[in-house]
T-cell receptor, first 108, second 116 residues
Framework: GQQVMQIPQYQHVQEGEDFTTYCNSSTTLSNIQWYKQRPGGHPVFLIQLVKSGEVKKQKRLTFQFGEAKKNSSLHITATQTTDVGTYFCVGNAGKSTFGDGTTLTVKP | NAGVMQNPRHLVRRRGQEARLRCSPMKGHSHVYWYRQLPEEGLKFMVYLQKENIIDESGMPKERFSAEFPKEGPSILRIQQVVRGDSAAYFC??????????????FGPGTRLTVL
């Protein structure tokens, strides 16, 4: 069945450092979505990528979808304490499969 | 437009009791998903429903767990004879009609179940 691997599982950074999480699917995806879950909260939709090689930006966040539509990344430039939380990718190919998430902690 | 609503937000049960978790999707949404999240772990898909139909229950434990989404009223996730290992946060999400695998899922606040 479809598998979505996400790395790293945890990332600790100093405030101001960059952060990247990677998502890899065992199958070609129709699209990929990214969600953020704050500690104690619920997942909140961030963005959806559909096209091969697509790059989208939201302020300090940059999302990429690989050419083969099997991998994706989320990069945060100059992290802030408000960026803490767990970032999930969701691969869609007939069904939705969540990655296990990358939990980001930011030291002030 | 109210978001996805879940109740109760917190539920405490003793071993052997039943737990009923409710989810009201966003207005106009006809797809409902249930996920379980154990402490310090990711979201695990349980079941996907449309009105009066279970579309995919591949993530549901074979025993004690059931889900429904009736024509009227909220979706219900029911856990019979709860055990301590059922303690988790249960999230419901909904998406609009159409190709569900391409739609954004909107999550509710979750129900945090504690089994004593």
């Amino acid at each position: 069945g479809q598998q979505v691997m996400q790395i790293p599982q945890y990332q600790h950074v100093q405030e101001g450092e960059d952060f990247t999480t990677y998502c890899n699917s065992s199958t070609t995806l129709s699209n990929i979505q990214w969600y953020k879950q704050r500690p104690g909260g619920h997942p909140v939709f961030l963005i959806q990528l559909v096209k091969s090689g697509e790059v989208k930006k939201q302020k300090r966040l940059t999302f990429q979808f690989g050419e083969a539509k099997k991998n994706s990344s989320l990069h945060i430039t100059a992290t802030q304490t408000t960026d803490v939380g767990t970032y999930f990718c969701v691969g869609n190919a007939g069904k939705s499969t969540f990655g296990d998430g990358t939990t980001l902690t930011v030291k002030p | 437009n109210a978001g996805v609503m879940q109740n109760p937000r917190h539920l405490v049960r003793r071993r052997g009791q039943e737990a009923r978790l409710r989810c009201s999707p966003m207005k106009g949404h006809s797809h409902v998903y249930w996920y379980r999240q154990l402490p310090e772990e990711g979201l695990k898909f349980m079941v996907y429903l449309q009105k009066e139909n279970i579309i995919d229950e591949s993530g549901m434990p074979k025993e004690r767990f059931s889900a429904e989404f009736p024509k009227e009223g909220p979706s219900i996730l029911r856990i019979q004879q709860v055990v301590r290992g059922d303690s988790a946060a249960y999230f419901c999400a909904s998406s609009p009609p159409g190709l569900a695998n391409t739609d954004t899922q909107y999550f509710g606040p979750g129900t945090r179940l504690t089994v004593l």
